[in-house]
């Protein structure tokens, strides 16, 4: 319903502004005619009927392209797929294939269809892990326990490892009491240990393979942008790792990147990062990629990259607000990791 009385607002909005310029006309007409000025006889009800129909056609595109997007492309999963060269990545983890997930948003689902759809997508790129980069709820846990039997079917070799999104701490609704938000979201942790999914709060893990190791790290969320809470504390996810060749963040919020991933710590390789979800409206073809939401993100959308750091911001999985998308469609990145 909000998706649609927003649509309805939105398309009204740009066909108003034709509206607009007829009004702003007739007055300027009035004016001229009240004062004894000149103006255009031409000027007049046909070309008025003009702009009003005009409005009309004008508002239809993007009602029109939000109905669309509801319906059709806010469940058209793509598969981005991404070499990451890292000139110091152990021998052992060339060729090795993570798949990243964020921003599901498990409480925007009517239904399960959409989500099997795209786990079946997931798994069938075959990764050796997996990346969740937060969001899994608007805001409680139980939005989560509605689709958990779906959600327990992403799996990988090597595990999955997940992080917590802004939305996922109950910040954005009234509790009954400071226990029951508590309890929400220790609920949520749990969630996550019987899905089977590790969970860094501030907190890493060394993957070994064949004798060699690389370490992924996970912070509790973090955003410089629009005042989004600061829970989370890299100095204290790094101990331990920091002779490790690789090291592989999870950090929800794209803005902690330039804030103080590479200013701080130039020894990230990788942030695999969401949030965003490219505004679930813009512009993207080959050579062109434009979205609202760049002008509050310098980092909205895919790959990045400042010296030898790299950052990956995943357009997300599910859409919040608006229940659809346009333009920006919902995403499974598959990464493949590189020494040469």
């Known amino acids: 319903m909000i998706s649609v009385i927003m649509i309805i607002l939105i398309s009204k909005i740009i066909g108003t502004l034709f509206l607009l310029i007829d009004d702003i006309t007739r007055f300027l007409k009035w004016i001229f005619f009240k004062f004894g000025f000149f103006y255009d006889e031409g000027f007049t009800t046909s070309r008025a009927k003009f702009l009003s129909q005009t409005g009309i056609i004008i508002s239809f595109i993007p009602f029109t392209s939000f109905i669309y997007g509801m319906i059709k492309t806010g469940f058209d999963y793509k598969v981005r797929t991404v070499k990451l060269l890292l000139p110091n990545l152990p021998d052992a983890f060339n060729g090795y294939k993570i798949a990243q997930l964020s921003d599901i948003h498990s409480g925007s689902f009517s239904n399960a269809n959409p989500l099997k759809k795209a786990i079946h997508l997931l798994l069938s790129q075959k990764p050796d892990l997996i990346f969740f980069t937060g969001d899994l709820v608007n805001n409680s846990s139980a939005e989560a326990e509605n689709f958990f039997s779906e959600l327990s079917e992403i799996k990988a070799k090597d595990g999955v490892f997940s992080i917590l999104g802004n939305h996922d701490y109950g910040d954005y609704i009234e509790w009954e009491s400071k226990e029951a938000k508590e309890k929400n979201l220790l609920n949520l942790f749990d969630i996550h240990r019987r899905l089977g999914w590790k969970l860094l709060r501030n907190e890493n893990h060394i993957l070994e393979k064949d004798g060699e190791q ?111 998308r346009v333009g920006i469609l919902p995403e499974i990145t598959v990464f493949e990791l590189s020494n040469k």
């Open 214 to 324: 690389l370490a992924i790290i996970g912070v509790e969320n973090w955003g410089d942008a629009m005042r989004f809470p600061k829970y989370g504390d890299l100095d204290l996810a790094k101990k331990g790792v920091e002779h490790l060749p690789v090291k592989l963040l999870l950090s929800h919020d794209p803005s902690h990147w330039d804030a103080k991933v590479r200013p701080e710590h130039p020894d990230i390789d990788v942030t695999f990062s969401g949030h965003t979800h490219g505004f679930q409206f813009g512009i993207e073809i080959p050579g062109f990629k434009w979205s609202p939401v760049q002008y509050v993100y310098k980092q909205w959308a895919g790959l990045y990259e400042n010296g030898n750091q790299k950052i990956y911001v995943n357009r997300g999985l599910g859409f919040l607000g608006y229940l659809g």
